[in-house]
């Protein structure tokens, strides 16, 4: 029973809601095509919210739905898995999510700041992965490449005579300003903020602060060049996105 008990807590903010989502998922979850589509526009502003209308896919898989808020024209893509607590998720109008796209804020740790905030007008390409619970902002007309990371959580390991999950982890949340676009299989770690209109190099570990209109790329990531007006970016192997 009390392992019972723990799974429903993990999945829904109390055993009624827990009820009715599984219900909804059941009846119209599975449901393929605009009729599906349809459906689930308007059933499932009885377990979350909705600005206007949202196109959710089949196989779309939401825990605890009542901390998630979707804008105007928002997609979220078949595979697409949201786990919204504490503070929530939150997807601005005119943003899409693509397939097997992850957005997780769930925490065994008590942190009241766990969140993933996304703007308007932005898209998160396939097989993302957003851990919020440090707290992650997005701002408008984002765009990132596939299996990029956006991880606002590290672990601590100081300690050589401590077990790592004994120590702890640090969050300190990830900032992610207006117009930047992230290349395909970057990492965002903790603690980071990338300035407006920045550009984030194909496979680059960003773990410090970008400037605006700056290009990064490599392991750790560096910086490549500044967006100057009239210089476009070239094309070549040093900043291939």
């Known amino acids: 029973m009390a392992g019972f008990k723990l799974y429903i807590s993990r999945q829904a903010s109390s055993p009624s809601r827990y009820l009715l989502e599984q219900l909804l998922y059941t009846l119209a ?7 599906g589509v349809g459906l689930r526009a308007v059933l499932y502003r009885l377990i979350l ?8 896919e089949n196989g779309v898989r939401l825990r605890f739905a009542d901390h998630i808020h979707l804008g105007r024209n928002v997609y979220l893509d078949h595979g697409v898995y949201l786990h919204a607590c504490p503070a929530g998720i939150v ?4 943003s899409f999510v693509l397939h097997g796209a992850v957005l997780q ?3 065994l740790r ?12 932005s898209l998160f390409s396939e097989f993302n992965v957003l851990r919020g619970q440090g707290g992650i902002t997005i701002g408008d007309r984002v765009y990132t490449g596939p299996l990029v990371q956006i991880l606002a959580v590290n672990h601590v390991y100081a300690d050589p005579t401590r077990p790592i999950i004994e120590q702890g982890i640090t969050a300190e949340g990830i900032v992610v300003e207006d117009d930047v676009w992230i290349g395909a299989g970057a990492v965002i770690t903790d603690g980071v903020i ?10 680059a570990v960003v773990t410090r602060d970008v400037p605006p209109y700056t290009v990064v790329g490599g392991v750790p990531a560096q910086r490549l060049k500044r967006i100057e007006l ?6 070549d192997s040093s900043v291939y996105l």
């Open 29 to 35: 979850g599975w449901l393929p095509t605009v009729m």
């Open 49 to 56: 919210h909705m600005d206007g209308m949202a196109a959710i």
């Open 91 to 94: 997807i601005g109008e005119n």
């Open 105 to 107: 804020v769930y925490t």
């Open 110 to 121: 008590d942190l009241p700041h766990a969140f993933i905030r996304i703007g308007k007008d």
């Open 194 to 203: 990338i300035g407006r209109g920045a550009v984030v190099a194909a496979g």
């Open 230 to 235: 009239g210089q476009p970016i070239p094309v």
